[in-house]
DNA sequence: TATTGTTATACTCTATAACTATA
DNA sequence: TATAGTTATAGAGTATAACAATA
């Protein structure tokens, strides 16, 4: 048996705690797209996307946003179902979908923000300090730039039987 | 219009950095799991829990993971298939379920840690210096906490038509 | 050939409500 | 009455693979 999990048990504990804390977070959060905008969080993600950026290709939305290409389609199709968003062809690149926010799209967005901003400054920014938040930005950006960067590392080393 | 979105700018962007960073960690670890030991990160989470109390009640387990009593039922019910927990009555309240962990499901528990926390490692302590990780375990603990104690506050203050 | 996107399909997970049994 | 847990069921989401069309 090697040392592999000697792991502090500070970087453990920090670990769980920022799973568990995110975990509360997306729960409220995810409420409240559903109360206030009939949204999940992913659809969410995608129009706000949009609407900082008006139109953007499938391969474009995709990036920020993990999933698999079934998925994307799937949740596009929703949102152009409510409305939300259409699609068309791209006159660069034939083989493009072009997903172009609506104004009800927009106009959604604006009505879900302030109730998403409220929720996410009760539960996560109420308790920090202006230091706290300036750290965690800084931690969670590098955070963040690294995983983008880091090679996707096909899953695992080994698979053990069964 | 109020100014209830004026949430800083950089709240803002440490909140999607969190969020982000953390969707990339989870997806990265739920492979790991899925690959090496076949269990959701779910699965995981209440596996851990047992392998540290080895007997806990239903509502002891749903303490600490968020979901429904049925949700937790159905998990309790695939651990118990894969052979990794067993199910009994309470000797002391009648009405409780024991959920025991097994020696297989300890042994999957220790097969599956290390490259888990390889893991989250390489994609989240990394980047980080041996103050990052201070900052970040008080802060998210302190965040934890607040959001634990904070009342469920059911959903959203009105509902706008649509 | 590689890339963009969709479809078909199967599966996992989660939530709601109704129900049983014990406290 | 309240609490612990299960069941039935329905719905949302995700992934894989096969496919079509364009670059």
Redesign the pocket.
């Known amino acids: 048996m090697s040392d592999a999990d000697a792991l502090h048990p500070a970087q453990l504990g920090t670990y769980f705690a920022l799973m568990e804390a995110v975990s509360l977070l997306q ?1 409220a959060v ?1 409420q409240q797209l559903r109360a206030e905008g009939d ?5 969410f993600q995608l129009l706000a996307h949009l609407a900082d950026a008006r139109q953007l ?6 990036d920020g946003v ?13 949102l152009e179902k409510a409305g939300l968003v259409t ?1 068309g ?2 006159p ?8 172009t926010i609506t104004e009800g799209g927009l106009a959604l967005v604006g009505r879900v923000l302030p109730g998403h901003i409220e929720v996410v400054r009760r539960l996560l920014f109420n308790p920090l300090t202006d230091e706290d938040l300036h750290d965690l930005g800084d931690i969670m950006t590098r955070v963040r730039d690294h995983m983008r960067a880091e090679p996707p590392r096909s899953a695992a080393p080994r698979k053990p039987r069964k």
């Open positions: 729960h995810e949204l999940s969080y992913v659809q290709t499938m391969t474009e939305l995709a993990v999933y698999s290409r079934s998925g994307l389609t799937y949740q596009a199709g929703l699609r062809p791209s660069d690149d034939e083989r493009a979908t072009l997903v």
